[in-house]
């Protein structure tokens, strides 16, 4: 797949889900980033913000498999993966699939699930795949993980350890829609709901191709120093307790090409960096403090990093064959 068919999927991807959501292009395009780098994504805001609305709307934009799970204090990691159980007919033991194998799955309410049943998500949502019984089992290819969360309600919730927070690519606040916006969304769902006339634009072939040919986007060996750079930062800052691990770095890398993709070229620039600094960073790092003010504080954070590091000069930037 060419670098140029890449970005006219996700411009016909992101057209056709913003015939239901009004506004948050950047939020749809991160969505996007995560989908074509193989990551997951962590949406969080009040309820009746439409993460859920989004997170279904992308999922029919896709000819792929989708799957809900509400999560509640109650789940067990067994209603995750699926299990074993004894065909009294055949008499011998089936193995009944879980939601988790699927392409897109929407893990609503990820924080009011216990640890346990959270943990359950590590291993597939980083090495694709599910242990259950001694047996591995592979999962559906391409698997998206959209979770969503309520910041604002403690009650009855568990927070997602650091652990599980470095699995999502990224973590993005929908935050409210202005007036115009506010107006369009009555509009259009005065009479009926947009999310029923869309239908899908692209299938599974077209994700895995854009997946396995994204990383032909060129990043000079000096942009690559930057990024390092901003992420050290991190490590060593005063106000921070955990920095940014090597795995983070990575990601940062895989959300700067896509990044640069979506906007058109097939080479990576500083602004990519910056763009993606945040959403990928912030909620990597542990700050010191109390947990409620930690994700803005690591924003602030980053901020701050960007504007310390010096960034490399136009000439120093260039295309490596």
Do not use: W
Not at 67 to 94: A, H, M, V
Not at 97 to 103: A, C, D, I, K, S
Not at 191 to 213: C, F, K
């Amino acid at each position: 797949m060419q670098l140029s068919e890449i970005q006219s999927l996700a411009q016909t991807i992101r057209a056709n889900v913003s015939k239901v959501i009004v506004g948050k292009e950047d939020v749809i395009d991160k969505l996007l980033i995560a989908l074509i780098a193989s990551g997951h994504i962590l949406l969080e805001d009040v309820p009746g913000t439409g993460k859920t609305l989004l997170a279904k709307a992308v999922a029919k934009s896709l000819n792929c498999s989708f799957k809900r799970i509400q999560f509640t204090p109650d789940l067990l990691p067994s209603d995750l993966s699926g299990i074993n159980y004894f065909n009294q007919k055949l008499s011998e033991f089936e193995f009944r699939p879980g939601p988790l194998f699927t392409n897109i799955l929407l893990a609503d309410e990820i924080n009011r699930a216990t640890p346990r049943t959270q943990s359950s998500l590590l291993e597939c949502m980083e090495e694709r795949q599910i242990s259950i019984d001694g047996e591995t089992r592979g999962l559906e290819q391409p698997f998206l993980v959209i979770a969503t969360q309520n910041p604002v309600e403690n009650q009855g919730t568990f927070p997602l350890p650091e652990a599980q927070l470095d699995r999502f690519l990224f973590k993005v606040r929908m935050g409210y829609p202005t007036t115009e916006e506010g107006l369009d969304i009555m509009k259009r769902f005065k009479d009926a709901n947009p999310l029923e006339a869309i239908v899908s634009v692209a299938g599974t072939d077209e994700i895995i191709a854009a997946q396995r040919h994204y990383s032909q986007v060129t990043v000079s060996d000096e942009l690559l120093r930057y990024m390092l750079q901003i992420v050290e930062k991190t490590r060593y800052h005063s106000e921070v307790a955990t920095g940014v691990s090597p795995r983070g770095s990575q990601a940062l890398l895989k959300a700067v090409q896509v990044q640069a993709l979506l906007q058109g070229r097939d080479f990576a620039t500083p602004d990519d960096v910056k763009a993606m600094a945040g959403p990928v960073l912030a909620h990597r790092i542990m700050v010191k403090g109390s947990f409620r003010s930690r994700h803005l504080a690591a924003e602030s954070i980053v901020d701050s990093i960007l504007q310390e590091v010096t960034v490399p000069a136009e000439s120093e930037l260039v295309k490596q064959e």
